[in-house]
């Protein structure tokens, strides 16, 4: 199987986070998939739930977009003619969550799948039962626009009949579900026609001790070097794509809410570190820069400190961020936006550690503004 194309992207930035493509992809799949989450919570007090939630789905409608567009290139098709067709493109997408996908039928009038596993919500936040009830409640509704954006593009492919999706059980909305049942007709189907049975079983539970996503992709026959680079660049495409939903409908306060969803992580990430680096009472400048650096890893920014008690300096070579958006041609406003927000991370680092009156940033150059570097100095009175 070829290469893929992102995975001299990933090992590069493994290579500068001193891990490897089998830890980053697991890291970088936990990254996506409550970022989706924590863009959702942002999104619904910040838009309300009917705005909040169409543009979270045009999110995953972006997503299903890359989806089709990677299937299509991998089978070496230039149009969909049939459902057949399209249910093996369906199939594809859903594996490259990665998911556990059985196609069950594949007819010219229907096509029925299974998902046993899935990412989301395995990999999703640890958050209070309530939120995330309420967030996963929407999935089912999520997975009908995703799959709907999915039939939008094979349109463009050439497919005629229009397809009628149903989704009779979603594990992530129906806890005691053992599958998400993908139902997709044709008019010409029997609705009536009885579906395949959904296997008692529940994957989680066969893995054991196992990393899940070691176990799906043994299952699935793909390598971490094959799901990796989908994974790591996704959570890096999912917070372009969020930016550019509240960009276009939202200008005014896109910025804003921007800076909000990361608002979210300096709170959890600063007790990690203080726990990993056995910090206890910050104080200096070199306990402040070693804490940013350890959050700015979780943002997969590889820094390096240099100073002082009372003056540090962080240097990056490389921002991924700026390299997706790049790729992906975004806005000039989204790499402003990346600015704003790692002063506003930073600045959120101090009032976690209690030294909003003792430190200062400066951010004295910046990937995002088109410098080579990125430094960052860090003062303690």
Same mark, same amino acid.
């Given at each position: 199987m070829a290469k893929h194309p992102l995975l001299p992207f990933m090992e590069a930035h493994a290579k500068a986070l001193h891990t490897n493509i089998k830890d980053l992809t697991v890291e970088s799949l936990k990254s996506l998939f409550g970022h989706v989450y924590y863009?959702?919570?942002?999104? !619904?007090? &910040? %838009?309300? =739930?009917?705005?909040? @939630?169409?543009?979270? +789905?045009?999110?995953?409608?972006?997503?299903?977009?890359?989806?089709?567009?990677?299937?299509?290139? !991998?089978? &070496? %098709?230039? =149009?969909?003619?049939? @459902?057949?067709?399209? +249910?093996?493109?369906?199939?594809?997408?859903?594996?490259?969550?990665?998911?556990?996908?059985?196609? !069950?039928?594949?007819?010219?009038?229907?096509?029925?799948?299974?998902?046993?596993?899935?990412?989301?919500?395995?990999?999703?936040?640890?958050?209070?039962?309530?939120?995330?009830?309420?967030?996963?409640?929407?999935?089912?509704?999520?997975?009908?626009?995703?799959?709907?954006?999915?039939?939008?593009?094979?349109?463009?492919?050439?497919?005629?009949?229009?397809?009628?999706?149903?989704?009779?059980?979603?594990?992530?909305?129906?806890?005691?579900?053992c599958a998400c049942q993908i139902i997709l007709r044709t008019k010409d189907a029997d609705p009536d026609r009885h579906l395949p049975e959904v296997e008692n079983?529940?994957?989680?539970?066969e893995m054991g001790k196992q990393e899940p996503v070691a176990y799906v992709l043994k299952k699935q026959k793909r390598s971490f070097e094959e799901q990796?680079?989908?994974?790591?660049?996704?959570?890096?495409?999912?917070?372009?794509?969020?930016?550019?939903?509240?960009?276009?409908?939202?200008?005014?306060?896109a910025k804003q809410i921007y800076l909000d969803l990361w608002k979210t992580f300096p709170p959890m990430w600063v007790k990690e570190a203080k726990i990993d680096l056995e910090i206890g009472k910050v104080k200096t400048a070199q306990d402040l820069g070693a804490?940013?650096?350890?959050?700015?890893?979780?943002?997969?920014?590889?820094?390096?400190v240099e100073g002082d008690d009372k003056t540090v300096v962080l240097t990056a070579a490389a921002?991924?961020?700026?390299?997706?958006?790049?790729?992906?041609?975004?806005?000039?406003?989204?790499?402003?936006?990346?600015?704003?927000?790692?002063?506003?991370?930073?600045?959120?680092?101090?009032?976690?550690?209690k030294m909003t009156k003792k430190a200062k940033v400066k951010i004295k150059s910046h990937i995002a503004k088109g410098d080579s570097q990125t430094v960052i100095e860090i003062t303690v009175k």
């Open positions: 863009i959702w919570r942002t999104f !619904k007090p &910040a %838009l309300g =739930e009917e705005d909040g @939630l169409k543009y979270y +789905g045009n999110v995953w409608a972006e997503l299903a977009k890359l989806g089709f567009a990677g299937a299509m290139e !991998k089978f &070496a %098709l230039k =149009e969909v003619k049939d @459902l057949p067709t399209f +249910g093996k493109i369906v199939q594809d997408c859903f594996t490259g969550v990665p998911a556990l996908y059985v196609t !069950k039928r594949n007819t010219k009038s229907e096509h029925v799948g299974h998902v046993l596993w899935c990412a989301n919500p395995a990999y999703g936040p640890g958050d209070c039962t309530y939120c995330r009830h309420d967030y996963y409640r929407q999935e089912v509704y999520l997975t009908y626009v995703y799959i709907w954006a999915l039939i939008d593009e094979a349109k463009k492919k050439g497919l005629k009949e229009d397809i009628l999706v149903e989704l009779p059980s979603g594990r992530c909305r129906d806890g005691a579900a079983r529940f994957v989680d539970l990796g680079p989908a994974s790591f660049s996704g959570f890096l495409a999912v917070d372009l794509i969020a930016f550019i939903q509240l960009f276009v409908n939202v200008k005014p306060k804490i940013i650096v350890y959050c700015q890893k979780k943002k997969y920014l590889a820094y390096s921002d991924p961020f700026v390299q997706v958006a790049d790729m992906f041609q975004g806005p000039k406003a989204y790499k402003e936006a990346l600015v704003a927000m790692d002063k506003d991370f930073i600045e959120n680092i101090f009032s976690e550690t």
